[in-house]
């Protein structure tokens, strides 16, 4: 399938499982708009106008999709845009982590329109059926790479004092986990930070200034393992081995006879959980900084980046 948008921008496609693309609209100065397009027509299906500043997405459970708005998360499900409503004029969860496993999505909260560099302790559940969004206040902030999902559809968060919170779909904290030493979110993102990833029930997380990656049974709540590094890393991918295949390839190996490894559905959400995603359990590094855009893939387009991550 080739496709082009009207301009050149900051933006998101996405394939879904049943051949249409979900795709944003907008310039280099704004963008407000998604779309879902016919696969060979490319007429337009599904549309919202109500996403200033679109940045990040996932894909929950029952292939719903959630991306981040400044004034409220949006959802397409079932052929439809639903607006999630919120009680500030400003709200931006341009950070989310989706997983199949969930029809609750995790993301930052931010609501602080003017903030140069906002560092909130509130995270967001957006829950993807009911179209509502709750806050957790974790009492220690985070940045975009502090975002994962367990295999239980748990949520994960590093935070600053060094903790793994885990907490269940409702937002009830399950484990405090103290994983790292304490740390800040430098002034220059890229510079080496404290990077979450999920898979097959464990957390990794680096400590990059300790040079240490530390691995968390989720479903305990234990250290598992503290391994020494030689360099403080930039960036990690976690792989499973799990064999992953896009929708066109799994009608392929039906064809041929032969079974297609685990699908997720979607072309740039392979993975089990989704990412910004990894495993996908990253806010798409589609993350967001969005003052410095171009940073990374995604993580479940991985659910962690393309876009950059956002301040």
Known sequence: METSTENAHHGVALELTDGSLLTTQGTEEGRNTVQVLERESGKVLAETTDCPGVHGETVAADEAVVLGCE??????????????PVETEYQRSGNLAGTKASSIVLGDHKVDADAEQERPTEIALIDSVQDTLTTVDLGSSYWF????????GESLVLTYDGELNILDESGKIL????????????????????????????????????????????????????????????????????AES??????????????????????????????????????AD??????????????????????????
Do not use: C
Not at 286 to 311: A, I, K, T
């Open 145 to 152: 790479r502090s975002l994962a999902r367990g295999p239980e």
């Open 246 to 283: 896009t929708p066109n390839a799994e009608g392929a190996a039906k064809d041929s006879g032969q079974k297609a490894g685990h699908d997720d559905g979607h072309t740039s959400h392979a993975d089990e959980q989704g990412s910004s995603g990894e495993s996908g359990t990253e806010p």
């Open 175 to 242: 484990h405090e986990v103290k994983a790292i030493e304490p740390w800040e979110e430098k002034a220059e993102w890229q510079q080496p930070g404290p990077i979450l990833k999920s898979a097959d029930g464990l957390a990794y997380i680096t400590d990059a200034e300790q040079q240490k990656l530390v691995v968390v049974d989720i479903a305990q709540g234990t250290v598992e393992r503290t391994l020494d590094l030689p360099v403080a890393p930039v960036e990690m991918v976690v792989v499973t081995g799990h």
């Open 71 to 84: 004034n409220g998360p949006v959802v397409y499900r079932d052929g439809a845009f639903h607006k999630v």
């Open 286 to 311: 589609h993350s967001d900084h969005e003052g410095h855009e171009g940073h990374e893939g995604h993580e479940g387009h991985e659910d962690e980046g393309h876009e950059g991550h956002d301040h």
